[in-house]
């Protein structure tokens, strides 16, 4: 596609689209017509995709997730188009600048963090493997709140991404459908004389899909990310109307609407909330009524929904499907229930994401049954049957038959998902090695006992197309001209860069950009924050959501320790560091916002001494998101990964750091351990308790205040705290947070403390060595092949789906005119002359 075309397309959107003389265009008229101007450009794959999925008896896979954290749309799919430089020539004649452009998109922020982000890695793996998928979730018109930092503390606002309208969606009005809720059950039998129910909803609303294009690497295959909106029945209650209710009869309007207005931003706890129920059976229902449309329109019958689809569970958020799949070949299509229950255990697959109890989903009885009421009559079902099963298994084993039930019997009833979406899988993956080893030994131990073969595990990967060649485009420009470009779609060819570790040049040019990336950040953080940070000082850097599990606070107690050894010795030995933190906490979850709060006091005063503040940095950079992830990865010397060890599931943001040739301090949990053992035992710097430890220590009976009382740093570090130092002497600021670490430390600071301090001094030592340190940075990136989203779909399509890939051949509209393509599409002619192969543009 040349310049001139793409600057034509371009102008013309100005004009037709935005409305609007070039001369008088917004910055948000330059984004939307580029952004139209792309989407043009995927149209056409995007209806070859359909068409190749409707005549061929593939396989699909739908994804179910709650959130899908895409980030900014137009960047990426100039990269997967291939067209970025054609783009930036076509904007640079018209004397625009193509990184200001891209800098106008809001981000659909539609997740909280990692499992939102990988549900948007795996939709672009799916596509450039050619993998048919379908991405199902909610449509929030609110997404994750914006984080502001005021007077050092988080403050929260509403996301608005859809206040300009969002140029990549297209409503599908004609695939609409109705969703019941609350209400009662009826039973009856048949005028065949079988037993039915009925279910009489209290009230319905109507699921709208919205669709946007997802578009592979460089090939013709756009799948499509479907995103249900809730409305009203009608805009109207004519009959409340008709009364003279004119505002009843909007208000119901509102209230159905309402179902997806807001993202809940809770990450890692469960919080029981009605509405967040109703918004996960609300996407699923649609979600299994448009396959079992899709299913109808390639004239296949109900009863071979599994052979069609494979359903994933992107955590239990849409477990409620297995038992409203059931309802539907029951009740809607007359299957018996063994049959349904065939069909249902061979569709569905779980993806389990955490071990904290406080994150796995239970809901309290009375709510279940006043949302869903047939819903809980099935679970029961499901469950007697499953208990048969477990009593006959493990005959006499009262114990387990209440541990393994679907609903828990402590103090008040709950359904408890995890269980359900077990019981009604086929296949439970956790998403790292560490992880799939304590669900099995752990969380999900007796319903592993029960069916160990269908337990797998499949490590979490990133995509190389946003996280390297999108948001590093000066390495990937340096990568491409030592090895070629083949890793960009095979990342792991970039082992081809091993040799170039021992290459001075190569790390020269190597650390040149990595320098420039970190005054593109420099930049970033002066005008966010005002702080200025010198990009000569290692970027140690530690961004993701705020939880005492990741333990943002050790990385605190670590500064203020080198700030209590410059202050006691002005001439001590310590590396000048920038210390970059980023997150939001969830609003309700006090400690993580006193956490924010503890980071920005200790910055307050780090970089307001003198004797201090050209040696340390403390930035809290506001309002993590994709965008800001963009910038700041390829940034970063020092990736901090210091979860308590058993703790994070797996963590994806530490592959993004190693991927950009980030050194990694962490702990022996999640991914950190394969990362580890890909890129080498020399080029990570692993510290602290590992899980075995962790668990023995605790079951020993742990005692956090020894570690105070033998430790003379820790003890400098925290009565500094106590006395209020870093709170202008307001000693009560701090106090649960000191109080807590030193009575209860339920996340084992205390006792990691020694371990990380010390590791932190070998990290410092290998910075100082500059030779050392880019030669360990360049093999971080080389050894990182196995980390890349491809690598996991991968081992999905052949474990647990068994997708087949489904290469797109390109359909041709023959004649230009609109008009004819319309008459012989409503004809059922073909106007689409087909040109298969090649990636074509
Ligand atoms: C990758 C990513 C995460 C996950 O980070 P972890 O370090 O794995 O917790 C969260 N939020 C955003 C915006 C990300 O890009």
Not at 227 to 254: C, M, Q, S
């Amino acid at each position: 596609m040349s310049s001139a075309t793409i600057r034509r397309a371009f102008l013309d959107h100005v004009f037709y689209t935005q409305g609007k003389l070039p001369g008088h265009a917004s910055g948000n008229d330059l984004y939307q017509a580029l952004a139209h101007t792309v989407r043009d450009r995927l149209v056409q794959r995007w209806i070859s995709t359909a068409e190749a999925y409707q005549s061929q008896p593939s396989r699909t896979v739908a994804y179910l997730s709650a959130e899908f954290l895409m980030g900014p749309h137009l960047g990426n799919n100039l990269v997967n188009l291939g067209i970025v430089e054609a783009v930036r020539g076509a904007m640079a004649t018209l004397n625009l600048d193509l990184d200001h452009i891209l800098a106008q998109e809001e981000e659909p922020g539609l997740g909280n963090g990692g499992l939102g982000r990988l549900a948007a890695c795996f939709m672009d793996s799916l596509a450039t493997l050619e993998i048919p998928a379908l991405g199902y979730g909610i449509r929030y018109e609110y997404g994750i709140f914006h984080q502001s930092i005021i007077d050092g503390m988080q403050v929260e606002s509403t996301d608005t991404w859809l206040r300009n309208g969002n140029p990549w969606e297209i409503q599908r009005s004609e695939w609409a459908v109705e969703v019941r809720l609350g209400g009662h059950t009826e039973h009856y039998t048949d005028d065949r004389g079988r037993y039915r129910v009925r279910w009489v909803p209290a009230k319905t609303v109507v699921g709208v899909p919205f669709d946007s294009p997802i578009l592979g690497y460089r090939v013709n295959t756009v799948n499509t990310l479907r995103l249900w909106r809730a409305e009203a029945t009608e805009a109207f209650d004519f009959h409340t109307f008709n009364r003279g209710d004119y505002l009843g009869a909007v208000n119901k309007k509102v209230t159905s609407e309402n179902l997806t207005k807001v993202l809940y931003p809770n990450d890692e706890t469960q919080q029981g909330k009605e509405l967040r129920l109703e918004q996960q059976y609300f996407f699923v229902a649609c979600s299994l009524q448009d396959m079992l449309r899709l299913l109808a329109t390639q004239g296949l019958p109900v009863t071979r929904f599994h052979e069609k689809f494979t359903v994933q569970l992107n955590d239990t958020h849409p477990a409620v499907g297995i038992a409203e799949l059931m309802r539907l070949l029951i009740d809607d299509h007359g299957l018996a229930w063994d049959e349904a229950w065939h069909i249902t255990r061979r569709a569905f697959a779980y993806t389990n994401h955490t071990l904290l109890p406080e994150a796995l989903e239970q809901w309290p009885l009375p709510l279940f049954q006043r949302i869903l009421p047939r819903h809980l009559e099935i679970i029961y079902e499901i469950n007697a049957r499953f208990l048969d099963e477990v009593r006959i298994r493990f005959y006499g084993d009262e114990s387990r038959l209440a541990r393994l039930s679907l609903i828990s019997e402590h103090g008040e009833r709950h359904v408890r998902m995890a269980h359900l979406a077990c019981v009604g899988s086929h296949t439970i993956n956790g998403v790292a090695e560490l992880h799939s080893r304590l669900m099995r030994e752990d969380v999900l131990k007796d319903l592993y006992e029960m069916w160990p073969e269908k337990f797998t595990s499949i490590t979490n990967g990133v995509t190389p197309r946003r996280w390297l060649a999108l948001a590093n485009p000066r390495l990937t420009r340096l990568v491409s001209e030592a090895i070629g470009d083949g890793w960009i779609k095979d990342l792991g060819q970039i082992r081809a860069l091993e040799p170039y570790a021992d290459d001075p040049s190569f790390r020269e040019r190597w650390q040149a950009v990595r320098r420039e990336n970190k005054q593109d950040l420099a930049r970033l953080v002066r005008d966010a924050t005002g702080v200025v940070v010198d990009p000569n000082s290692m970027f140690d850097v530690m961004v993701k959501r705020i939880h005492e599990y990741k333990r943002q606070h050790l990385a605190v107690l670590h500064i203020i320790a080198l700030y209590h050894r410059i202050k006691s010795d002005p001439h001590a030995d310590v590396q000048p560091r920038t210390f970059l933190f980023a997150g939001k906490a969830a609003p309700g979850y006090h400690y993580a916002k006193l956490m924010i709060r503890f980071v920005t006091s200790v910055a307050g005063v780090v970089n307001r001494d003198p004797q201090v503040r050209d040696r340390l940095k403390v930035v809290f950079l506001p309002n993590f998101n994709v965008t800001h992830g963009q910038k700041i990865y390829p940034a970063a010397d020092l990736s901090e990964q210091i979860s308590l060890a058993g703790k994070e599931a797996s963590g994806t943001g530490n592959m993004k750091f190693a991927m950009n040739g980030a050194i990694t301090i962490g702990t022996m949990d999640g991914a950190n351990i394969e990362l580890r053992d890909a890129i080498g035992a020399d080029n990570f710097f692993p510290f602290g308790l590992n899980a075995s430890e962790v668990y023995a220590l605790k079951a020993a009976g742990y005692h956090p205040s020894t570690y105070y009382d033998s430790s003379p740093e820790l003890r400098a570090v925290v009565d500094l705290i106590q006395h209020g130092f870093f709170s202008k002497g307001d000693a009560a600021v701090f106090r649960p947070l000191f109080d807590g670490l030193l009575q209860h430390d339920p996340y084992l600071l205390m006792a990691d403390f020694a371990s990380y301090l010390h590791c932190q001094q070998q990290v410092s030592a290998a910075y100082g060595d500059p030779e050392r340190w880019q030669r360990m940075s360049v093999l971080s990136s080389a050894r990182s092949g196995q980390f890349s989203s491809d690598r996991a779909i991968e081992q999905y399509c052949k474990r647990v789906w068994h997708a087949q890939a489904v290469p797109v051949c390109l359909l041709h509209r023959s004649s230009g005119q609109v008009q004819g393509a319309r008459r012989a599409e409503a004809d059922g002619i073909g106007t689409f002359s087909e040109r298969c192969g090649g990636s074509g543009s």
